[in-house]
């Protein structure tokens, strides 16, 4: 063939190739199916309901109508499927429903609170857990979950902190993406695979006061560096879905901030799922005081971006007319069926909208119980070891004390609509299966951890006095975190703290170990335990991994996602502060009783403290002991500058100087030390678990680039500023071990 003719035909091989390449494939379909569509079966796939049992008749018509594109809140696989066959089968065009569910952090298998999760600083566990939680939840036809949440927060007065993944937006967008992976799988369409949705857009975590719903005061520069980089990676994972928050921002709620779902997530990110509301938080914009009325929701939201709307139905009763008057434009609706379209071909619905429901059950497979339980192995944060009573031996007599030690519902934390607590491994239970000749006695001596009956406590001391050790389990019950769940005090709530006081009055060893959905104030706890073991909640798992940590079977390798404050007044308080003009520096008094009396105006020092609860957290960001020792040393770069496109090599030697093999999460944090606008004193930049024999050494490597330096400055672009930087490497966010490089330009 002459090279002019081969060309032609090398050509239109690509341009037959681009034709059908999958993404145009995909396009021909959402398109050609959108031109059979009326504007009602348009409208209908933009509404979603819950199904409630009591509704059932209605939402059939709705379904047969094509008035409905979207149900939660079904999980009866048979249901799911006559539901699915009503769509498939009787609606006009026969276009399947999406299957929405809160699969937060597990379906069945309940994992541990996203919360804990972070802890582990571990993507690929998290990724496991998320890919389990898909599995489970597909297979009885749930085909959308609302998760992964990445609301950054700073406040553990915030009940939903339960379910984020803490304060720092580097590891919240490094397990977002993870999550969304593990929901998703290879493809969409896979049969263990479900849509993810990240959620809540955006800056919902900081509702001001940690008062749920309430409003946040983001201003722009902390809205792009650091509320949403988390989604924005989740969205480059490939998100199939985002949720609107409920929050108000600077005055604009969530559901309708055209900025940030055009200008940002569409314009910038290029993100081509589609938006759901939060419940109602479309028709909440009338309570707001942004809306007049349904119509004017229906309105604001379609042209802000909102491509469906969870359960407040003003789009249905509201869009027709809007489009005839002119008010939204027909583009507007096409677009945003488009949207959700194209996800319901990536799931593969209109091949397979079926549930299987004759395969063979992978609810609470083994597998799928033994991760759970390494999850809440590496979620947990060990904060104090006193004298090394920890790991216990089984040969001391144990006396276990706590309305947490055998609370099935609790362990198992918020946002658990389908996990049943008769699968919950409670430490009780996996004491009596797992260590069965372990010697103890169990004396709850509360029976929640509200309550604030006493008469019991003498029964635990009792069990303490014939023991050689006492653990007491505390914490929160299950609804005292997640949504709508907020907290003005923070401290271990009722007499629990008396209860612990009381069992260190007898003069053994204590553990504390805490089951919780925050960060709570423990401080006046720590004279009276020993040794303190942090569970956010652990899910179905937790008393089997919590043994086997106590036990020393397991090593704890967990560290904190958010700071540990003394008081719940230092709230907010946070690592990745700004200096401020006045930093505050070691050597302040920590407490109102050393104030001299009569002290000097000026004497006290005038920088940022607090008198009566000084500078510093009870735990810092990233903190976490283990039963083995890690040494840091021989810091080094491979350069003193970082020229554009290059790379810096950060080289450090761990050495676990114990005889105990451990886990140690190694940090780098960089600080940028002038900058556009005033940059945070530390950053997390990097995290790698590494595992150490007993005495071993290894040198662990981070790459940084400019890109890793980059934030959105004082013009509101993103790039890294030529400059100098600190950088530390270390086991926490008061890493000391440190050195310097400059950016150049
Ligand atoms: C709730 C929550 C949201 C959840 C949705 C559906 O109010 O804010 O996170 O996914 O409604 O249950």
């Known amino acids: 063939m002459k090279k002019g003719r081969m060309i032609c035909f090398v050509a239109l091989l690509g341009v037959l190739a681009a034709c059908h390449s999958p993404g145009n494939e995909e396009e021909r379909r959402v398109e050609n199916l959108l031109s059979q569509m009326t504007l009602e079966e348009k409208i209908g796939q933009m509404n979603q309901l819950s199904y409630e049992a009591r509704d059932v008749d209605k939402l059939e018509q709705g379904v047969r109508k094509g008035e409905i594109g979207s149900l939660l809140n079904i999980i009866d696989p048979q249901e799911i499927n006559r539901m699915q066959k009503l769509a498939m089968e009787e609606s006009r065009l026969g276009i399947p429903l999406i299957i929405g569910r809160d699969v937060i952090h597990g379906f069945k298998t309940i994992f541990p609170i996203p919360l804990g999760q972070a802890a582990s600083f571990n993507p690929q566990m998290v990724e496991q857990g998320a890919k389990i939680a898909a599995a489970e939840a597909r297979s009885i036809g749930v085909t959308w979950t609302f998760a992964p949440m990445l609301d950054i927060s700073r406040d553990s007065r915030w009940g939903r902190i339960a379910e984020s993944l803490g304060e720092d937006p580097f590891l919240a967008a490094r397990l977002g993406a993870a999550m969304v992976k593990g929901f998703q799988g290879e493809s969409l369409a896979g049969s263990t695979s479900i849509a993810a949705c990240v959620k809540h857009f955006v800056g919902y975590g900081a509702a001001e006061g940690g008062r749920d719903y309430n409003s946040t005061n983001i201003p722009p520069h902390l809205m792009r560096n650091v509320y949403l980089p988390p989604f924005e990676s989740a969205v480059k994972a490939g998100a199939a879905t985002l949720m609107t928050s409920f929050n108000d921002n600077d005055g604009i709620p969530a559901s309708g901030n055209g900025f940030l779902l055009k200008d940002v997530l569409r314009s910038e990110w290029g993100f081509d799922g589609f938006v759901v509301s939060d419940w109602a938080s479309m028709a909440e914009m009338i309570a707001h005081g942004y809306a007049a009325d349904g119509k004017e929701v229906a309105d604001i939201s379609a042209n802000a971006g909102v491509d469906m709307e969870m359960v407040s139905a003003t789009y249905i009763n509201h869009l027709p007319a809007l489009i005839k008057e002119g008010k939204v434009s027909q583009t507007v609706v096409d677009d945003a069926v488009k949207n959700i379209l194209r996800i319901k071909f990536r799931l593969g619905l209109f091949e397979n909208p079926y549930v299987n429901s004759a395969a063979t059950s992978v609810l609470y497979a083994d597998e799928h119980l033994q991760a759970a339980r390494q999850a809440a192995v590496q979620s947990a944060v060990l904060l104090k070891n006193d004298n090394a009573v920890l790991p216990l031996s089984l040969k001391q007599r144990i006396a276990i004390i ?70 007491v389990f ?44 925050r960060a709570l104030t423990i401080e006046r706890d720590l004279p009276y335990a020993d040794a303190i073991l942090y569970n956010f909640h652990p899910g179905t798992m937790g008393g089997s991994a919590i043994w086997d940590l106590l036990f020393g079977k397991e090593n704890p390798s967990g560290k904190l996602p958010i700071t540990f404050v003394r008081h719940v007044g230092q709230i907010p308080m ?37 008198l009566d609860y000084g500078k510093d957290p009870l735990f810092p960001f990233g903190y976490g002991l283990s039963y083995s020792s890690f040494d840091y040393s021989n810091l080094t770069l491979s350069s003193n500058q970082l020229k554009p496109g290059g790379t810096i090599e950060v080289a450090v030697t761990l050495t676990n100087s114990s005889d105990v093999d451990g886990t140690e999460v190694v940090q780098l944090y960089t600080q940028d030390v002038v900058g556009s606008i005033v940059r945070p004193v530390r950053e997390l930049k990097g995290f790698q678990r590494v595992c150490l024999k007993g005495g071993e050494s290894k040198q662990v490597t981070f790459i940084l680039t400019a890109d890793d330096l980059a934030f959105w400055g004082k013009d509101m672009t993103l790039r890294a500023e030529p400059g100098a930087f600190n950088l530390w490497v270390g086991g926490d966010s008061n890493a000391t071990l440190k050195s310097k490089f400059e950016l150049i330009n």
């Open 574 to 610: 946070y690592y990745n502060h700004n200096n401020t003009g006045r930093p505050a520096r070691d050597g302040h008094i920590t407490g109102w009783k050393d104030i001299p009396v009569e002290a000097w105006q000026t004497s006290l020092g005038n920088t940022s403290h607090y």
């Open 474 to 517: 505390l914490g929160e019950e299950s609804i005292l975190s997640g949504e709508a769940h907020s907290l003005a005090d923070i401290n271990l709530i009722g007499v629990q703290s008396e209860l612990l006081k009381a069992v260190k009055s007898v003069g053994k060893p204590v553990v504390l170990v805490v089951m919780a959905g």
């Open 402 to 471: 706590g309305p947490m030690a055998d609370a099935p519902h609790e362990q198992l934390g918020t946002w658990v609509f389908d996990g049943e607590k008769e699968h919950t491994v409670t430490p009780v239970k996996a004491l009596n299966t797992m260590y069965a000749q372990v010697s103890y006695k169990y004396e709850p001596a509360l029976a929640y951890s509200r309550d604030l009956n006493k008469e019991n406590f003498q029964k635990a001391i009792a069990a303490v006095r014939q023991a050689d050790v006492a653990v």
